[in-house]
Each structure stands twice: as C-alpha cells, then as structure tokens.
C-alpha cells in the first residue's frame, strides 16, 4: 500500500488494525488523520531525501559541539 501509493486498500488495512488489540490505538490515531494519511500515499513527492542529509549531519554537529565553527561543520558535511 505503501510503496505503490494506493490509498484504497488504506480502508480495509483500518477495521483489521482495529480488531486487533495490539494495532488498535495506531488504527484510532490513521483514522483521526486520515486525509493526511491518503495525502501521504497518494502524492508523488517525498521529503525523504532532505530528512536524510539532516539525520546524517545531526551527529556531525553534536560531535563538534562547542568546539566545531561553522567552516569545519561544513567541511566534514561535504566530506561525508
């Protein structure tokens, strides 16, 4: 459902979710959302790539703090 972007399936997947005890709040919480949840499987684009760099720079720059300017943070980005 996920990877082909078919938000059709979304409405079956939520009552199975619900009977179980285990997936029952997550089911809840979709289905509060749920048009951001058919936004999220039916556009085309996609924030990953930006959320990527980011999770790959955070350690970078908590290796350096206090120590590390801006030019060396830089430089071990672009290094990486």
């Known amino acids: 459902m996920v990877r082909g972007l078919v938000d059709e399936k ?3 997947w ?3 979710a619900s009977e179980a005890a285990v997936m029952n709040k997550i089911a809840a919480g979709l ?3 749920s ?3 058919r936004a999220g ?3 085309n684009w996609s924030t990953g790539p930006i ?3 980011i999770h790959k720079l955070k ?3 908590c290796q350096g703090y206090g120590r590390a300017t801006f030019d060396l943070l830089r430089a071990r ?3 990486v």
């Open 77 to 79: 980005a672009l290094a």
């Open 51 to 53: 959320e990527g760099f």
């Open 10 to 12: 979304l409405d079956g």
């Open 31 to 33: 289905r509060r959302t």
């Open 59 to 61: 350690p970078l720059k």
């Open 41 to 43: 499987l039916t556009e």
């Open 14 to 16: 939520l009552a199975e």
């Open 35 to 37: 048009r951001r949840c």
